[in-house]
Structures are given as structure tokens and as C-alpha cells.
């Protein structure tokens, strides 16, 4: 299988020209999903004792396979949060996979490390945090929201031997994106969740919810979620009122920008995530908004030896060399993945080819094309708006019709 012959360079011609093609159409031929048993019933089984062969394999996939999908960079795709990967990004994720980096130590993986530190610093540089903070790359929001609440978690039980026989508990609001409640399972916690009179969660809000807590439960309560863009709407929370109770009571407070982060490059917005600069941690998707290709998230942490704590692995096998070029920035050691490709360095790629100020334009006119839309919407009179557009979602619907 790992011989080198001329089927397997044929058949890298074959990979390449596709990727090429992909990479610069336009307006790639749009899918759609199939049901599981039509897609078998044309395809068969593929993976048998003999082999199909790679050329039979491949043009399954080329010709079927690829088209029961939906290409979620396509230019009319408006659902759901759409990835934009730059083609600088997509071609630097082939070198990333060819490349064969593992990306959890800086043994093994400096040089990857170094290029997604690189990217690191001017994402922690949107945020405005201070002096210390630095974040790690992960597979995405969820991971990222995962790595942040376990630090928390862990902090919060370092304080008192008693935490550590304690179920936590931590306060979101009902708009927070479903991972939060998903991760609160995963590491076995109790949330409880906000129902905001407005749009947004409010420091007011937050303080009188934490006021009517028994006093068993405010001894439990170790991290409040926020969000800087909610995933229905673009809606960011009140953070700065939220920083001021999270200090006030002494709580971790992590800020869930997973979609909204982006915004933080654009001078136009910035000002709606004033407080942001205080969270003890952030999560950030470049997969979404920074024009990275799956999968890309981003958690940064205010202390990083707190994240560390939580998250750092032992075992002689993971022991690191003596040699003085092994020492450095281990990302495993800062959330939940041991093992890790160096899925940042498709974004650092991106942004030492074009530049900052690239992106911050890109992500101005993401802003300005809702802004557009939104006034195409109220000039035709079988339209309305559901509310204003925030950030670069829209939210409208068609008068009189119903759900069918």
C-alpha cells in the first residue's frame, strides 16, 4: 500500500487536477443530500477484501458522491453559518494534510506550531485581552467551548477541597449556542438557563438570577457562557455588564464567539463587544467568519497555566526529549485533544499571503452586503424583516406564508 508506482501516480494526477478545479471554480455544481439507501443502490459496497481500485473509487466519488453533498462555500449558500475559505487556505490544507505535522508538541511539531502561533497572536490581538493571554487552535466551537468550561471547572475545584465533591453549575442564557448545553453534560453539570426579557443577556439579569440561587447552589456556580453573536440572530450579550457581575461574584466568565468573532476585526462593529477584553476566555471559529476551511476553532485563554492545569497529560510516553529544539508551546497541553493535526496553519497561511487589512475589508463588506439585503427586503412589499440585521445575519420571512 505504500509502494510507489505508476497507478499511484496516476492517480495523484487524477487528485490534484480535481483539486485544482475545485479550487477555482467559482461556482462549484451545487448537490444535493440523497437518502442512504439510493446512495448504496448506485454505488455499491466499496470497501471489499479484494479493493475496488483507486481509479473505481475515485470516480465513484467525482461522479456521485461528491454531488449527494452540499458545497457549503457555494456562492448562494445562505443557510446556516457558511464557511469562505480563502483558495490561499484551501491549497495551504493540502500542504498541512501531505505535510503529516502532529501537532500536539512542539517536539515533533514546531514548525507547524510556530506558523499557528503566528495566527494565534492576531486573533488574541482582536480580542484587546491583556498582557499573558494566548489560545490554541481545536476542531471547532464545541471543542473550543469543552477545553474553556473544564478549565473553568478545574479552577473553580482548586479553590476549596470541598468543590471537588461538588456537581458544578454554570448560568447561560436560552439563546447560547447547543454545544454549551452539550458540553455541561459531557464534564456532568448542572446550567441553568436564562430567559432574557430582551434580546440579549444583561448583567441585571445575570446578578438577580445569581441572587435568587440557594446558597448551596451559588457555592456550586463556577463559570457564566456568554455570546458575541448568537447563531439564529448575530445578537451579542450585554458583555460588559456580564464582566462586572462575574468579577463582583467571582465566576469564570467565558464568552462563546465561536460565529461572531470575526466582527472583532471590523471597526464598524467593534464597539458591541465592549467587555470582551475581561472574559477569562473566548472561543473563536476561523471556519466561519476568518475564511479558514474545516475544521478551525480557536479557544483563547486569559491564563494559560490555568488551562494548563486542567488540561495537561502525563505519561512516560509523552516524556519530551532532552534536546533543547524539543522545548516549546504544547498545544495538547491546552485543551481537550492530545492528538491534533495543525489545523491553524491553513488560516496563518492565508493571512501572511494577503495581509490583515485584507480581511478586515472582507469581513466590513460581509457586514455591508447584510445591510443591503436588508433594505432589498423592505422595498418589496411581500417581504418584512424579522428584525434588524446584526453583524451579517438577516432574519426575514415571506407575508402569508405558513411553515409548509
Same mark, same amino acid.
Given at each position: 500500500?505504500?509502494?510507489?508506482?505508476?497507478?499511484?501516480?496516476?492517480?495523484?494526477?487524477?487528485?490534484?487536477?480535481?483539486?485544482?478545479?475545485?479550487?477555482?471554480?467559482?461556482?462549484?455544481?451545487?448537490?444535493?443530500? #440523497?437518502?442512504?439507501?439510493?446512495?448504496?443502490?448506485?454505488?455499491?459496497?466499496?470497501?471489499?477484501?479484494?479493493?475496488?481500485?483507486?481509479?473505481?473509487? /475515485?470516480?465513484? /466519488?467525482?461522479?456521485?458522491?461528491? #454531488?449527494?453533498?452540499?458545497?457549503?462555500?457555494?456562492?448562494?449558500?445562505?443557510?446556516?453559518?457558511?464557511?469562505?475559505?480563502?483558495?490561499?487556505?484551501?491549497? /495551504?490544507?493540502?500542504?498541512?494534510?501531505?505535510?503529516?505535522?502532529?501537532?500536539?508538541?512542539?517536539?515533533?511539531?514546531?514548525?507547524?506550531?510556530?506558523?499557528?502561533?503566528?495566527?494565534?497572536?492576531?486573533?488574541?490581538?482582536?480580542?484587546?485581552?491583556?498582557?499573558?493571554?494566548?489560545?490554541?487552535?481545536?476542531?471547532?466551537?464545541?471543542?473550543?467551548?469543552?477545553?474553556?468550561?473544564?478549565?473553568?471547572?478545574?479552577?473553580?475545584?482548586?479553590?476549596?477541597?470541598?468543590?471537588?465533591?461538588?456537581?458544578?453549575? %454554570?448560568?447561560?442564557?436560552?439563546?447560547?449556542?447547543?454545544?454549551?448545553?452539550?458540553?455541561?453534560?459531557?464534564?456532568?453539570?448542572?446550567?441553568?438557563?436564562?430567559?432574557?426579557?430582551?434580546?440579549?443577556?444583561?448583567?441585571?439579569? %445575570?446578578?438577580?438570577?445569581?441572587?435568587? %440561587?440557594?446558597?448551596?447552589?451559588?457555592?456550586?456556580?463556577?463559570?457564566?457562557?456568554?455570546?458575541?453573536?448568537?447563531?439564529?440572530?448575530?445578537?451579542?450579550?450585554?458583555?460588559?455588564?456580564?464582566?462586572?457581575?462575574?468579577? #463582583?461574584?467571582?465566576?469564570?466568565?467565558?464568552?462563546?464567539?465561536?460565529?461572531?468573532?470575526?466582527?472583532?476585526?471590523?471597526?464598524?462593529?467593534?464597539?458591541?463587544?465592549?467587555?470582551?477584553?475581561?472574559?477569562?476566555?473566548?472561543?473563536?471559529?476561523?471556519?466561519?467568519?476568518?475564511?479558514?476551511? $474545516?475544521?478551525?476553532?480557536?479557544?483563547?485563554?486569559?491564563?494559560?497555566?490555568?488551562? #494548563?492545569?486542567?488540561?495537561?497529560?502525563?505519561?512516560?510516553?509523552?516524556?519530551?526529549?532532552?534536546?533543547?529544539?524539543?522545548?516549546? /508551546?504544547?498545544?495538547?497541553?491546552?485543551?481537550?485533544?492530545?492528538?491534533?493535526?495543525?489545523?491553524?496553519?491553513?488560516?496563518?497561511?492565508?493571512?501572511?499571503?494577503?495581509?490583515?487589512?485584507? $480581511?478586515?475589508?472582507?469581513?466590513?463588506?460581509?457586514?455591508?452586503?447584510?445591510?443591503?439585503?436588508?433594505?432589498?427586503?423592505?422595498?418589496?412589499?411581500?417581504?418584512?424583516?424579522?428584525?434588524?440585521?446584526?453583524?451579517?445575519?438577516?432574519?426575514?420571512?415571506?407575508?402569508?406564508?405558513?411553515?409548509?
Amino acid at each position: 500500500m505504500h509502494s510507489i508506482d505508476m497507478d499511484l501516480v496516476e492517480m495523484t494526477l487524477d487528485v490534484m487536477k480535481y483539486a485544482i478545479d475545485r479550487i477555482s471554480n467559482v461556482t462549484p455544481e451545487l448537490g444535493a443530500p #440523497k437518502k442512504e439507501e439510493d446512495l448504496l443502490r448506485i454505488v455499491g459496497e466499496t470497501v471489499t477484501a479484494d479493493g475496488i481500485g483507486g481509479e473505481a473509487a /475515485f470516480k465513484l /466519488f467525482r461522479d456521485v458522491l461528491v #454531488k449527494a453533498t452540499v458545497p457549503i462555500d457555494h456562492p448562494r449558500h445562505l443557510a446556516f453559518v457558511p464557511a469562505a475559505p480563502t483558495r490561499a487556505a484551501i491549497m /495551504f490544507d493540502l500542504v498541512t494534510s501531505a505535510s503529516s505535522i502532529h501537532g500536539a508538541y512542539w517536539m515533533e511539531g514546531g514548525g507547524g506550531i510556530f506558523c499557528e502561533n503566528q495566527a494565534m497572536k492576531w486573533l488574541v490581538s482582536l480580542t484587546g485581552m491583556p498582557k499573558g493571554t494566548f489560545g490554541v487552535f481545536t476542531s471547532g466551537g464545541t471543542a473550543a467551548n469543552l477545553s474553556a468550561i473544564v478549565a473553568a471547572r478545574e479552577e473553580w475545584r482548586s479553590r476549596k477541597t470541598d468543590n471537588t465533591g461538588l456537581k458544578g453549575l %454554570l448560568i447561560t442564557s436560552d439563546a447560547a449556542h447547543s454545544s454549551v448545553q452539550a458540553m455541561a453534560k459531557v464534564i456532568d453539570a448542572d446550567m441553568l438557563m436564562i430567559h432574557c426579557e430582551g434580546e440579549y443577556l444583561t448583567g441585571k439579569e %445575570l446578578q438577580a438570577t445569581i441572587n435568587q %440561587l440557594e446558597e448551596k447552589d451559588r457555592k456550586r456556580l463556577f463559570a457564566v457562557v456568554a455570546t458575541g453573536g448568537t447563531t439564529n440572530a448575530g445578537i451579542i450579550d450585554e458583555l460588559a455588564t456580564i464582566a462586572d457581575v462575574c468579577e #463582583k461574584e467571582n465566576v469564570w466568565f467565558h464568552i462563546d464567539c465561536a460565529y461572531g468573532g470575526g466582527a472583532l476585526a471590523a471597526k464598524s462593529v467593534k464597539h458591541l463587544f465592549n467587555g470582551i477584553e475581561r472574559a477569562d476566555s473566548v472561543t473563536i471559529d476561523p471556519h466561519k467568519w476568518l475564511f479558514s476551511p $474545516y475544521d478551525c476553532g480557536a479557544v483563547i485563554y486569559k491564563n494559560m497555566e490555568l488551562a #494548563k492545569n486542567a488540561h495537561s497529560q502525563k505519561g512516560s510516553y509523552l516524556e519530551i526529549f532532552k534536546d533543547e529544539g524539543a522545548h516549546g /508551546f504544547n498545544p495538547s497541553e491546552y485543551q481537550i485533544q492530545l492528538t491534533r493535526r495543525v489545523r491553524g496553519m491553513p488560516l496563518w497561511f492565508s493571512l501572511a499571503m494577503h495581509g490583515t487589512d485584507k $480581511y478586515r475589508v472582507a469581513i466590513e463588506r460581509g457586514i455591508e452586503l447584510a445591510q443591503i439585503a436588508a433594505k432589498k427586503i423592505e422595498d418589496r412589499p411581500y417581504l418584512e424583516l424579522v428584525r434588524p440585521p446584526s453583524l451579517s445575519v438577516v432574519l426575514y420571512r415571506r407575508k402569508g406564508w405558513t411553515p409548509d
